[in-house]
């Protein structure tokens, strides 16, 4: 059985902040209480027998910070590769916006659009096709490893296309959430024959 564990990465707003759309061109590092919910994810995965052999990041700083912290969490030592298929997706003239503005320039129905069934709003530079592509390639090489648990660290925008891994996008979909919140992570598993889901948007409560 292949292992693939998704993690969106830690919060990269603390109290006081104002959240913005963070994506390709932005690069936060984690605060505090993201830290918080990287050592959670390590020591949940440490827990439930998820350590991974292989971790794989974007080249975002939240999601290298990410990784660190649950490798030392789980006390372990294990590659860490960057892929650019994990780096988030770019919000073109939405890029940085609060939230607030984003929804006075494409409305709240392309916001539910993209977040129920993964549309792209008007003037995001996205390609869905590419990133579906990349997503299934990087499935077909697990498949070939000769390891077994692996952790790709990635963002919002770029998770919500992982699940086409499963072939079924739309059964997918009628499941699970498309959105991992931050510090939340999801399973697809290969059998040897196919993809599965094993859940979606599970987020460890931090240590006290």
Known sequence: MKTLIIARHGNTFGPGDTPTRVGARTDLPLVESGKAQAKALGLHFLENGLVPDVVYVSPLLRTQHTADIILQATNTEAAIETLELLREIDYGPDENRPEEAVIARIGIEAIKLWDERAIVPKGWLVDPDKLIRGWLDFSQSIEKSEK???????????????????????????????????????????????WFAAGWDIRPEKPS
């Open 148 to 194: 077994n648990t692996f952790l790709a660290v990635t963002s919002n925008g770029a998770a919500r296309f992982a699940p086409h891994i499963t072939g079924d996008f739309e059964g997918f979909r009628a499941g699970f959430p498309l959105k991992l919140r931050t510090g939340a992570y999801g399973i697809l598993q290969f059998d040897g024959d196919r």
